[in-house]
């Protein structure tokens, strides 16, 4: 069955430029979360909807990063002015309530 | 979420069962123990969860002691397939449901 999708996969920006990665859950999900992982680390979590509405987004590294999800079905994760600390992997997991996630194979963000 | 200690690094022969240890020796009441692997350049994969009773899937089967405070992920015949990151998590539903990754046992399988 159809399961999480993130795109581009790779995505190459030069210092200063805005992305947007976009991520399309398993029809149904009614939460999203998306998280960044750092080269040898650990996912983080970034932040996290309940249908359209963003209820946490303590995990947001600074103003720069903005998440939506206006129809509660895709969302996207914009970055403004991208830094070279913004390189990572962005990945995306939804969940039917906030039982257990399902991931996407993330967009790696690669800033020059 | 409660914390999780894992071990840095396993080896395991193929064929051969893996077992996967993990102490969650603060978990609360209400709190699951997840397990997640991530193979190279992909994202987490969901293997198997519980609460308070061993379970078993295709995947694997969890070991959760009877205090709760450790559990062990079992991979019954392990291939080259998986070799990969395992992360073990106490995981809640409270608040937005967020998943606390630690550093996770990297498991290299060997020929």
């Known amino acids: 069955g159809a399961g999480v999708s993130q795109s581009p996969r790779y995505k190459v920006a030069k210092r200063g430029q805005d992305v947007a990665l976009r991520c399309d859950p398993i029809?149904?999900?009614?939460?999203l979360f998306w998280y960044q992982q750092a080269l040898g680390q650990g996912p983080e979590f970034l932040t996290y909807f309940q249908n359209e509405a963003q209820l946490d987004k303590s995990g947001l590294p600074s103003d720069r990063f903005f998440a939506e999800r206006p129809e509660g079905s895709v969302s996207t994760l914009k970055i403004q002015r991208t830094q070279q600390e913004d390189s990572a992997v962005y990945l995306c997991?939804?969940?039917?309530?906030?039982?257990?996630?399902?991931f996407g194979p993330g967009t790696r963000l690669t800033v020059l | 979420d409660a914390k999780t200690t894992q071990p840095t690094s396993m080896d395991c022969a193929e064929g051969r069962a893996a077992n996967l240890p993990c102490n969650h020796s603060?978990?609360?009441?209400?709190?699951?123990v997840y397990w997640y692997r991530q193979i190279h350049s992909q994202g987490p994969q969901y293997i198997i969860h519980g609460l308070k009773n061993n379970e078993t899937n295709e995947m694997a089967s969890l070991i959760i002691t009877e205090d709760r405070k450790s559990s062990t992920l079992i991979l019954p015949h392990a291939t080259l397939r998986d070799t990969a990151v395992y992360y073990c998590?106490?995981?809640?539903?409270?608040?937005?449901?967020?998943?606390?990754f630690g550093q996770g046992t990297t498991l290299q399988v060997k020929p």
């Open positions: 998590i106490a995981h809640g539903s409270s608040n937005t449901g967020k998943l606390i």
């Open positions: 029809s149904g999900h009614v939460s």
């Open positions: 603060t978990i609360s009441g209400n709190e699951y």
């Open positions: 997991a939804s969940s039917l309530q906030k039982d257990t996630q399902y």
